[in-house]
């Protein structure tokens, strides 16, 4: 049966190392091997004293061995529950900042709605958005002729209603076999923790931000492989060091000064510069007034857009009053990428942004003749759309915004 594939995953190797002592050996810890007893040591004889370092800690296990969802049976020893509201009283900023993500509404979240019907409610999608199998009230068994919009579901035993309504949540990538998993030893936690490097890894965030649908042309989440070209994974920059920076503010369960952020900034205004060329910083009314728009990718180790193919960035630009209203009817320039309406969902186009990328285009504005000679405002908004969706234009929906004083004469 073919299956949907993600970018491989490095993982960590559970290490674990045993130090035998000479008397241990000796007296049997291998079964009774009629060993000759050990001489007892000269008293002349000068021994130094070496100082043994202790073995390393055993390293968590690898966070998606099995692929997703994940199956947690355990809950760890000193935890109540499973649910991020359990992590809440020590963890109480992490859970905060989690909590306004688009991870915390992965499942409920309408742009995902939306893309969920349109590619027919298969697991590959809900498998990410609700990556515990505990948060799924029916559970994929097999696929009708290997279609996996034709999931064979049944009965899951494990269900959990508060775990599904937290989408994305604390335990999907800090729980394993009963043990808290963290970047960092916590030798005094409540809890069983176990240190697991792969959380630093880009690797850990392609098990979601990377799909290739079977016989498609190209991945249909890119996100890690458009990193994985760019000079930021060449200068070995992770996506934590973007999405997950330290910030200051220990919470309650550590005595660390710094922690990483679980709000996961994805600020365009951070990634996208907005370069503006005009021959003059006046419009003269019943004549053309050309607007040359550069868009550059300058923070961004992805594509601009990124991730679903569904989404795209409305680039809208217009000549205001004062007031907000329009002079001139407002040009649109789309980013992002059109694919076909059915699987395997091959790209049709694609104009977006790479990384350390830059796309130009030209506008000639008019004013009428008939509008009052005033100080104006050249107007670039980007607004945020979903195919199918019908995306909103109001300001609400601008996800950036640069504005260009100039004079109608």
């Not at 049966?1 to 490095?10: A, F, G, L, S």
Request: aromatic share 6%; charged share 20%; net charge negative.
């Amino acid at each position: 049966m073919t299956t949907p594939t993600r970018w491989p995953i490095y993982r960590s190797v559970a290490i674990f190392t045993v130090l035998f002592s000479s008397a241990a050996v000796a007296g049997g810890l291998f079964g009774n091997r009629g060993a000759e007893p050990v001489p007892e040591p000269s008293p002349d004889l000068e021994v130094e004293a070496v100082a043994v370092e202790a073995p390393p800690a055993p390293e968590a296990p690898p966070l998606f061995a099995d692929g997703l969802p994940v199956v947690l049976e355990e809950t760890p020893e000193g935890l109540a529950n499973l649910s991020a509201q359990g992590c809440n009283a020590c963890h109480w900023q992490s859970h905060d900042d989690w909590a306004n993500t688009p991870h915390a509404s992965a499942w409920s979240d309408p742009e995902y709605v939306e893309a969920l019907a349109r590619v027919g409610n298969t697991t590959a999608c809900r498998s990410c958005h609700l990556p515990l199998a505990n948060q799924h009230h029916r559970i994929a068994a097999g696929f009708v002729g290997g279609d996996f919009t034709r999931p064979q579901m049944v009965e899951n035993d494990i269900w959990d209603a508060s775990l599904m309504a937290e989408g994305v949540t604390c335990a999907a990538c800090h729980v394993r076999d009963g043990v808290v998993v963290s970047t960092r030893a916590a030798p005094d936690a409540p809890h069983p923790v176990a240190v697991s490097n792969e959380l630093h890894t880009a690797e850990m965030c392609a098990t979601c931000h990377q799909l290739t649908w079977p016989g498609a042309d190209r991945p249909f989440y890119d996100t890690y492989g458009e990193w994985k070209a760019s000079a930021y994974a060449a200068a070995g920059i992770s996506c934590q060091e973007c999405h997950m920076p330290d910030e200051p503010g220990a919470s309650a369960a550590s005595r660390f000064a710094a922690r990483p952020s679980h709000a996961f900034p994805a600020d365009l205004d951070r990634g996208l510069s907005v370069l503006l060329d005009l021959d003059a910083p006046e419009a003269q009314r019943g004549n053309p007034f050309p607007v040359r728009v550069r868009l550059q990718n300058t923070g961004a180790g992805h594509h601009i857009p990124t991730g679903s193919p569904f989404k795209s960035y409305r680039v809208l630009v217009a000549i205001e009053d004062l007031n907000g209203e329009r002079l001139t009817p407002a040009t649109e320039f789309v980013l992002g990428r059109t694919i076909s309406p059915e699987p395997p969902w091959t790209t049709l186009s694609d104009n977006r942004i790479p990384a350390g990328g830059e796309i130009a285009f030209e506008h000639r504005f008019e004013v009428s003749q008939k509008k009052a000679a005033q100080q104006a405002i050249l107007v670039l908004r980007v607004v945020r759309a979903v195919a199918g969706s019908g995306g909103s234009l109001d300001d609400s929906a601008t996800i950036l915004e640069r504005r260009l004083p100039i004079a109608v004469l």
